[in-house]
């Protein structure tokens, strides 16, 4: 499967939220976004989820987030992924690629697995939100990083980082 490359567009999207709105990239027409592939039971999700609802929180009104489910799990539902939102109180939407085709066109094969575009949405960033799932305090903030550059029209110093993660459950053919 082919994945962006740098500098890329980001392929857009209309996905539905759990919000009960659809959600599309061009919400977020002239601003940098974070598209984050996620799901609901990865243990590294589960431990960098609340530092991507930070992130969301802190650069609110100047870059988007937004998390996108793909994954064909039992965990997974969109139930699943309701349940989730409202209970971790996320403040970035989180979609549902039921047809998968959204994480096809960007390549994602891990979950949580960053895709960073910039104001034009190209590609800016693409990996781990950053380098170490297990501790905050020790982890180079890769994600912010990255967004605090694209924000400054500058490229990232650190562009393409190993996404760590689950891997994306596909469905059966």
């Not at 061009?26 to 930070?54: I, K, M, Q």
């Not at 066109?105 to 949580?112: D, E, K, L, N």
């Amino acid at each position: 499967m082919a994945r962006l490359a740098l500098g890329d567009l980001g392929p857009t999207f209309t996905l539905p939220g759990v919000d009960g709105r659809d959600h599309s990239l061009t919400d977020h027409a002239g601003t940098p976004v974070a598209v984050v592939f996620s799901c609901c039971h990865c243990p590294y999700v589960v431990a960098w989820e609340d530092r991507l609802n930070a992130i969301a929180r802190d650069y609110s009104g100047r870059a988007g987030l937004v998390a996108v489910n793909a994954n064909h799990h039992l965990g997974d539902t969109f139930e699943h992924m309701e349940a989730r939102a409202a209970e971790k109180r996320f403040v970035f939407p989180f979609l549902r690629d039921e047809s998968q085709d959204i994480a096809r066109a960007y390549g994602a094969q891990r979950t949580p697995e960053v895709f960073l575009l910039d104001s034009e949405h190209r590609l800016a960033y693409h990996g781990a939100p950053d380098s170490d799932y297990t501790d905050e305090a020790g982890a180079e903030p890769w994600l912010r990083r990255a967004l605090d550059a694209v924000l400054a029209g500058e490229a990232p110093t650190v562009t393409e980082t190993p996404p760590v993660g689950c891997t994306v459950k596909w469905a059966a053919a």
